[in-house]
């Protein structure tokens, strides 16, 4: 073993390419099935101008760019097109240990998670509303969702009398939401190819947050347009490297973290939703109603140097009417509608 790492070492040294570009597709999307320990081991060994082949453009180079706050994970760009990646990408146990209870639902009192549920319904509620205007019709709707977290948004839909399909990784997730649901609608555990059968069944695909958690973003939408129908509409969310927070923030972006696997501007996730079968996009900032509350907890889960002992003092010192108040903000995301291209 030694001796084959110091002949991967004197590859990297010479500029070959050892981490395998994203465009080699499997069927797996949040999970690899074999992890090459090997390669991971040699990124941390490594220094720091090992490049591969950029997967979105297939002209770039990814080059090193910096390490995340974790120091054991790095940020790797494409010098022609702007797309940006984690590398060394972490191991199934890495990403089965931090996709936890705590990752979908706060660890906080019952008064805390009760304000910050109903922010996240108001959301889940506000985003539903511009999708139906994006598709043009409110009744008879079959909605999928994928990665849906603590399912605020399938429930939303469910009030509103649209038939549901959720799928997650997570198993607190699926019996926390088959639990709430009684019974409505379809909830699995797994992966989209749980749906291979249900071809053109859907009129609309939500990613809310989910894009960039995927092993293979190509794979992912190329498997959305089978499952949506002709026109259907697909929901993106996404943390945007244009977002006035990531141009702030810099390195210190609270988006970087071990589970985002890739990074996306407006620029290359248009490109990436064109090259797989989707048209008509209606790209908005990511508005969200939040709370003085709400922003300190991520930020005490995520610390970023300054901001968040700001952040702390004036939780402190402000009176809870105003640490409480819900504000309409504009912070990481972007919103982007499309369709599937009718045949």
Not at 280 to 286: F, N, Q, R, T, V
Not at 320 to 331: F, L, M, P, Q, T
């Amino acid at each position: 073993m030694d001796a084959e790492l110091d002949w991967k070492k004197k590859e990297l040294a010479e500029g070959t390419n050892l981490i395998e570009p994203l465009d080699n597709p499997t069927n797996n999307l949040f999970f690899k099935k074999d992890e090459d320990s090997l390669q991971k081991q040699n990124l941390k060994n490594s220094q720091p101008a090992q490049i591969t082949t950029c997967s979105l453009c297939g002209s770039g180079i990814l080059k090193f760019k910096f390490k995340i706050a974790d120091g054991g994970h790095q940020i790797f760009g494409c010098e022609n097109c702007g797309y940006s990646t984690l590398l060394p990408q972490p191991s199934d146990l890495e990403l089965a240990g931090i996709y936890t209870k705590d990752y979908f639902f706060f660890d906080v009192s019952d008064r805390r998670q009760r304000h910050f549920q109903a922010l996240k319904q108001k959301n889940a509620s506000q985003y539903l509303d511009e999708i139906i205007d994006y598709l043009g019709q409110s009744k008879n709707i079959d909605l999928l969702e994928l990665g849906f977290g603590c399912g605020d948004l399938l429930k939303e839909a469910v009030s509103r009398g649209i038939r549901i399909t959720g799928i997650d990784y997570s198993d607190y997730a699926v019996n926390k939401l088959t639990e709430d649901l009684k019974g409505k609608g379809q909830i699995f555990k797994g992966e989209l190819e749980i749906l291979n059968a249900e071809a053109q069944k859907f009129d609309i695909c939500v990613l809310a947050d989910v894009i960039e958690h995927v092993r293979d973003p190509h794979l992912l939408l190329q498997q959305v347009c089978k499952l949506l129908k002709p026109g259907g509409v697909c929901f993106i969310f996404f943390p945007s490297l244009d977002s006035w927070s990531a141009r702030l923030l810099k390195n210190n972006w609270m988006e970087y973290k071990a589970e985002h696997l890739h990074y996306f501007s407006s620029k290359t996730i248009s490109k990436l939703i064109r090259d797989n079968g989707l048209s008509d996009l209606k790209e908005k900032s990511g508005y969200k109603t939040l709370s003085l509350d709400y922003i300190s907890y991520h930020f005490e889960k995520y610390p970023v140097p300054f901001f968040s002992p700001l952040i702390k003092f004036l939780m402190r010192v402000l009176p809870s009417a105003i640490v409480r108040a819900k504000v309409r903000v504009v912070a990481n995301g972007t919103i982007i509608l499309c369709r599937k291209k009718q045949s």
